[in-house]
């Protein structure tokens, strides 16, 4: 009786044994996935910053363009409009009616380009305004930036 007992406890040592090992290597091994599965949430959410980056740098690139292509506008106009001021101060002090009609035709051809530049600030104004929504309807989406490890 004595053998049996003690073969008996032998056995119940060894399943226990390899029980607690399974449990370990289980453990381990569910560790593991967890630790791959949030390295690839983590490059993912990388990728999606630095697209979120491009995309907000080209929109930024855009919105300068504009700016600088509203502002060239900007300062021909304003050259032109002191052209005819100084133009119409020449011809208060010498009446010519053949230079009173060029000058009339400039001013009419100024109005007109000016009008037209106009409308052209208000286009770029609206891009940059509906380039800046998408810009902050993009950092919306993003979560909150942490530092990103070297």
């Known amino acids: 009786m004595g053998g049996i007992v003690w073969r008996l406890l032998v056995l119940a040592v060894a399943g226990a044994v390899g029980f607690a090992t399974g449990w370990r290597v289980h453990g381990w091994k569910t560790a593991s996935d967890a630790a791959d599965a949030a390295q690839t949430q983590r490059e993912d959410e990388q ?39 100084a133009a119409i ?46 810009l902050r309807g993009w950092q919306a989406l993003m979560p909150d930036r942490a530092p990103e490890e070297p």
Do not use: F, H, W
């Not at 690139?61 to 032109?80: F, G, P």
């Not at 051809?109 to 929504?133: H, I, K, M, N, P």
């Open 47 to 85: 990728m999606a910053r630095k697209a979120n980056d491009a995309r907000t740098q080209e929109v930024d690139r855009a919105t300068q363009r504009r700016q600088r292509q509203a502002a060239a506008a900007d300062a021909a106009l304003r050259d032109e409009l002191q052209r005819l001021r």
């Open 89 to 134: 101060a020449a011809r208060d002090a010498d009446p010519n009616p053949a230079a009173c009609a060029g000058i009339a035709a400039r001013a009419a051809q100024a109005r007109g380009l000016l009008g037209t530049c106009s409308e052209r600030y208000q286009d770029v104004a609206r891009d940059a305004q509906r380039y800046a929504d998408q």
